[in-house]
C-alpha cells in the first residue's frame, strides 16, 4: 500500500520552531520530488516548498523564504521541513505530496500522491 504519512505538526508560539516529517511506505522516494503545500481554513491549498530527487533543486513560496528548509533523506525514505520563527500566518494544515520526475524548478505541480495532513497552529 502507497503512503504517505506526515508528523511533526503542533501548537508553537510565534517566533517558535516546529520540523515536520513525511515518511514514505509501500514505494521508494529516490525518484520523486517531493512537495510540501499547507491550506488554512477558508484558504485554498498552497504550494510552500519542492526539493528534486536528487536534493538538488530547491524551491519556497515567498512567504517561507527564509524561515523554511525543505530537506531529504532517501536512506530512510522520509523528508523534511524545517520552519523557524513561525508567525501566527503560517496556521494551516500541511500536506506533503511527491511526484516522480519532477525537477522543483516550481513548487510541486500535479502530485502523485498526496499524504493526510498534520495541523500546525502558530498562536500566543
Known amino acids: 500500500q502507497l503512503q504517505l504519512v506526515e508528523s511533526g505538526g503542533g501548537v508553537v508560539q510565534p517566533g517558535g520552531s516546529l520540523r515536520l516529517s513525511c515518511v514514505a511506505s509501500?514505494?521508494?522516494?529516490?525518484?520523486?520530488?517531493i512537495g510540501w503545500f499547507r491550506q488554512a481554513p477558508g484558504k485554498v491549498r498552497e504550494g510552500v516548498s519542492c526539493?528534486?530527487?536528487?536534493?538538488?533543486?530547491?524551491n519556497y513560496a515567498d512567504s517561507v523564504k527564509g524561515r523554511f528548509t525543505i530537506s531529504r533523506d532517501n536512506a530512510k525514505n522520509t523528508a523534511y521541513l524545517q520552519m523557524n520563527n513561525l508567525k501566527p500566518e503560517d496556521t494551516a494544515v500541511y500536506y506533503c505530496?511527491?511526484?516522480?520526475?519532477?525537477?522543483?524548478?516550481?513548487?510541486?505541480?500535479?502530485?502523485?500522491?498526496w499524504g493526510q495532513g498534520t495541523p500546525v497552529t502558530v498562536s500566543s
Open positions: 505530496a511527491v511526484r516522480r520526475g519532477f525537477l522543483c524548478v516550481s513548487r510541486l505541480r500535479e502530485p502523485d500522491y
Open positions: 526539493v528534486s530527487s536528487s536534493g538538488g533543486n530547491t
Open positions: 509501500g514505494f521508494s522516494l529516490d525518484y520523486y520530488a
